[in-house]
């Protein structure tokens, strides 16, 4: 009777041993994936009224770096950077998400480390950013003070020009930092040019009063953890899987949603590398 329990405690003993041992592998894998080099997806699309005379260009959209650690450190960032510029892009957009105060973050940095590793961008163009909800929660005027240091523009519901391009940047809307018709009153001012839109949640699209030639954006991580048989745990969009992840065509909207570089809430991936978009505008 003694050896039977014995046997029988030895049984469970091994089976909650085996159980913790796969925890932690899965743990491992999606700290791994979260962690990995940026998958680069490529796009070319045809844009109307495209000035006579120019040469196509490319645009390099980034969302949600969340700088913070353990999964994102800002020299994590940095090698990034570097790495991305081998692409050799006229244009980068940053759609927003730039830090994170994720409560399992083993470091949170201050908003000048969390920008400088985006100082290093070299496009032709320079580089464009829209806040995000987590930069607007955080400190959003140190988090644009470090960013234009290193003559990086920040766009508030207003629009630029850059070579061939009308560039509008689209406030927050998770955080109701967005308001639209600024927004496209500014872009329209300039309507002669092709009109692209960076912003950091793409549920702003529905809103918008006119199309544009394409909508760059982040915000959903395309899951960050997708379950098999279930799916993403959350897209964190009020239009469910509408802007879910990647090259989207929306009621004849070209939308471009990455799934970002960083992570939000647990610093683990499963079923969404992270990623960053290059897309080819041209005649």
């Known amino acids: 009777m003694i050896g039977t329990k014995a046997r029988t405690k030895g049984r469970w003993l091994r089976w909650i041993l085996a159980l913790l041992l796969l925890l932690l592998a899965l743990l491992g894998k999606g700290y791994?994936?979260?962690t990995r080099d940026p998958i680069v997806h490529r796009a070319t699309l045809s844009v109307?009224?495209?000035?006579?005379?120019?040469p196509p260009l490319?645009?390099?959209?980034?969302?949600?770096?969340?700088?913070?650690?353990?999964?994102?450190?800002?020299?994590?960032?940095?090698?990034?950077?570097?790495?991305?510029?081998r692409l050799k892009p006229d244009l980068v957009l940053i759609a927003g998400d730039l830090i994170s105060e994720k409560r399992l973050s083993t470091?949170?940095?201050?908003?000048?480390?969390?920008?400088?590793?985006?100082?290093?961008?070299?496009a032709r163009l320079g580089t464009v950013v829209a806040l995000g909800n987590h930069?607007?929660?955080?400190?959003?005027?140190?988090?644009?003070?470090?960013?234009?240091k290193g003559g990086i523009t920040v766009l508030k519901n207003e629009a630029i020009e850059r070579g061939p391009l009308v560039i509008g940047g689209g406030g927050e809307d998770f955080s109701g930092h967005d308001d639209v018709?600024?927004?496209?009153?500014?872009?329209d001012l300039l309507a002669a040019k092709p009109r692209v839109l960076v912003t950091h949640n793409p549920d702003i699209v529905p809103d918008m009063p006119s199309s544009v030639a394409?909508?760059?954006?982040?915000?959903?991580?395309?899951?960050?953890?997708?379950?098999?048989?279930?799916g993403p745990v959350t897209y964190v969009s009020r239009y469910g899987d509408r802007f879910g992840c990647g090259a989207i065509e929306d009621k004849g909207q070209p939308v471009f949603v990455g799934a970002g570089l960083g992570t939000s809430v647990l610093p683990l991936r499963y079923g969404a590398h992270p990623d960053v978009w290059l897309v080819t505008l041209k005649p």
Not at 49 to 54: H, K, M, R, S
Not at 139 to 148: F, N, S
Not at 181 to 187: G, H, N, T, Y
Not at 214 to 230: D, E, K, S
Request: glycine residues 6%; aromatic residues 10%; charged residues 15%.
């Open 135 to 148: 930069d607007h929660w955080f400190d959003p005027t140190a988090i644009e003070v470090g960013l234009r």
């Open 32 to 34: 791994w994936n979260a």
């Open 214 to 230: 394409a909508v760059f954006a982040g915000h959903t991580h395309c899951g960050q953890i997708v379950l098999p048989l279930y």
């Open 107 to 122: 470091r949170i940095y201050t908003p000048d480390q969390v920008t400088a590793p985006l100082h290093g961008f070299k």
């Open 181 to 187: 018709p600024p927004a496209f009153s500014a872009v």
């Open 58 to 85: 490319k645009v390099l959209l980034l969302s949600d770096t969340h700088v913070a650690g353990p999964d994102m450190p800002p020299e994590r960032l940095a090698r990034i950077v570097a790495d991305l510029n």
């Open 48 to 54: 109307k009224n495209w000035p006579a005379g120019e």
